[in-house]
């Protein structure tokens, strides 16, 4: 009988957060996959857990998912476990998961802390319904897309950003989806957490005033600076209000010469073009040839 792959949920900043499940799992599993093993093991120090552990993260998943899961089908159990939060929420984790289940291995949740639900739950945004976006694109005219997309999204909208990134995207939503009531989270569970709820035009100065942004995706705040902005943020979007407008019609073809003249090939750009739109990707790729 092939053994159980455990999808461990580990704290996202106060380690008062595992639960006891949690560290029963890690001391009873064979081996742990982790995301950044030298993180992992000072979580396992605390908790006087003492484990093998692999590394398994998005630069070698293709390569170390088949070997995980051949000792899994040797009947020994693993626990995979992310940096911080739930495995398999915008991290690698779905590639091994997918692995375990297409061979028929028991993948069993332990549940626990995710930066997602919690910002959501201190918004004070609607959250009866709500979608996760995870992180946006990093090109900017892939992200000014995806938010073409979301603009019409009737409920709340969740996104991770990086803290150098934070101004610019809230510049982005701005312009896509106009005056927005938002709710920012950085350093969530940690000493230093930080929510702030308001208009996005207020945040936007709040963000401006905090970190001395000038609208330049340059890079952190300079260094010595204690009040810049820090930690991975989650953002907490108001959906649309009233009824869900029309999504705008996106053109593929142009939506492809964006992407081809930021250095992508003909064949990777319709198919995130496809992905886009909902449309063909021969047909948009066939149609880019007649041009």
Request: charged content about 25%; glycine content about 8%; cysteine-free.
């Amino acid at each position: 009988m092939p053994g159980y792959l455990y999808i461990v949920a580990t704290p996202i900043g106060n380690l008062e957060d595992i639960t006891l499940r949690a560290i029963r799992i890690l001391k009873e599993v064979d081996f742990i996959a982790a995301e950044d093993t030298r993180h992992t093991q000072k979580l396992l120090s605390h908790f006087d857990i003492h484990k093998n552990l692999t590394s398994y993260h998005d630069h070698n998943k293709e390569e170390k998912a088949p070997v995980i899961v051949t000792r899994l089908l040797e009947g020994q159990s693993a626990a995979l476990v992310s940096d911080a939060g739930t495995p398999g929420i915008s991290d690698p984790g779905y590639f091994l998961i997918n692995t375990a289940i297409e061979n028929r291995i028991p993948v069993i949740p332990i549940p626990g802390p995710t930066a997602a639900i919690a910002a959501l739950s201190i918004s004070g945004l609607p959250t009866d319904a709500f979608v996760f976006e995870g992180f946006l694109p990093s090109k900017r005219s892939q992200k000014l897309s995806r938010l073409e997309l979301l603009k019409s999204e009737p409920h709340t909208i969740i996104l991770y950003e990086a803290p150098h990134k934070i101004f610019n995207t809230l510049q982005d939503i701005r312009e896509v989806m106009g005056e927005r009531r938002v709710s920012l989270s950085r350093e969530l569970t940690k000493i230093h957490e930080k929510t702030m709820r308001g208009n996005i035009s207020d945040i936007i100065k709040a963000v401006e005033s905090i970190s001395g942004a000038s609208g330049g995706d340059t890079g952190p705040p300079p260094q010595g600076s204690s009040a810049g902005i820090r930690g991975e943020i989650t953002l907490v979007i108001e959906g649309l209000a009233g009824e869900p407008a029309q999504a705008p019609s996106a053109d593929p073809l142009a939506i492809l010469e964006d992407l081809m003249r930021e250095g992508f090939s003909r064949k990777t750009a319709s198919a995130e073009a496809a992905r886009i739109t909902g449309m063909s990707r021969k047909e948009i790729y066939n149609a880019s040839l007649k041009k």
